[in-house]
């Protein structure tokens, strides 16, 4: 197998994240609850694409790329995070984002103003007319460039989340479950095999924010993960648990999901997001209540971040 340190990887986060016990949830919940801070990755409002960036933009770098591009929806947490990135490392980003959602300067949008960022909108529904169109930008602009997919999620980004898995066994305390959102599968994908690797005890979840057919790609993305790590384990649909979460769409706040919002900022004083973070954690408490969870198990919810989105979206 290959060593996660033998891929070229840029420094942008400020790691390991932090991992603390949620006392009120716990006492709520009947369980141990632990969250992982990748809320607080360092870069922009910090956030999971951060780790994922690691690697992808080393990629990039060492290809000779001068211009990075990638996508997502309006309020993309993850091409807020590209483009910061992107500026720290001397890099131009362009943005070329799906015109549905929030496009005023407004959350994310506001940001990348902020970062002074190249952003497009583009009306339509398939990321392939959004790919396409990055190469025609980029060969007009004829310079290098490097295109990163909707959500940093190919093989090369999950092993942000191989490595974050192998950064909790190194932080001492034993899980029983993993979970976070899942919103394009890199993190999902890279939990699941490195829980595999390092922590084969511990059961990964991803709480889905959307409705693709993620038990596929999370399986894909896991399988081609070990291939660049060249490790020929056997990827199984039963290295993850999946939970639909989505409510009424990709974007659109759900009941639970703000609830579940209100309970954290309530209960402990963090903020989640109404995209991701509200709705995984409320498909955490869903699970706590369907008796998933025993007393003395230990549960770590992944913080992945979503402030941006926050400040946008109407709850
Ligand atoms: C992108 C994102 C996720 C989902 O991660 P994926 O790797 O795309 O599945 C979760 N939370 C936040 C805040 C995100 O921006």
């Known amino acids: 197998m290959r060593e996660l340190e033998q891929f070229p990887r840029v420094k942008l986060g400020v790691l390991p994240t932090p991992i603390h016990r949620l006392e009120g949830i716990s006492e709520m919940l009947g369980t141990n609850v632990y969250v992982k801070r990748d809320d607080l990755t360092g870069l922009g409002l910090g956030g999971n694409k951060v780790r994922k960036l690691e690697f992808l933009l080393a990629d990039a770098r060492e290809k000779g790329a001068e211009v990075v591009f990638t996508t997502g929806g309006a309020q993309s947490n993850h091409a807020m995070l590209t483009a910061a990135a992107a500026n720290k490392l001397g890099m131009k ?63 090369l980004g999950s092993l942000g989340y191989v490595s974050c898995v192998r950064e909790i066994r190194d932080q001492g305390i034993r899980f029983d479950h993993i979970l976070s959102a899942e919103g394009s599968g890199g993190t999902t994908a890279g939990l699941a095999l490195g829980a595999k690797l390092y922590l084969p005890d511990t059961k990964v979840y991803g709480m889905m924010v959307d409705t693709e057919d993620f038990a596929t790609i999370t399986a894909d993305l896991m399988k081609g993960a070990c291939e660049l790590l060249e490790t020929d384990i056997e990827v199984t649909r039963e290295d993850y648990t999946l939970r639909n979460m989505a409510g009424p769409g990709y974007a659109i706040p759900s009941e639970e999901g703000n609830a579940a919002v209100q309970i954290m900022a309530e209960k402990e004083g963090l903020f989640l997001d109404p995209v991701y973070t509200g709705k995984a954690f409320a498909g955490l408490i869903a699970l706590a209540r369907e008796g998933a969870f025993k007393k003395d198990d230990n549960v770590l919810f992944i913080h992945t971040g979503g402030a941006g989105g926050l400040f946008a979206i109407d709850m």
């Open 93 to 155: 980003a362009i943005l070329i984002l799906k015109k549905r959602g929030v496009t005023e300067r407004k959350g994310n949008v506001l940001l990348e103003h902020l970062l002074g960022t190249d952003v497009r909108f583009m009306d339509t529904d398939d990321y392939q007319d959004i790919y396409d169109e990055m190469d025609r930008v980029g060969q007009e602009l004829g310079v290098p460039y490097y295109k990163i997919p909707v959500g940093g999620s190919n093989s």
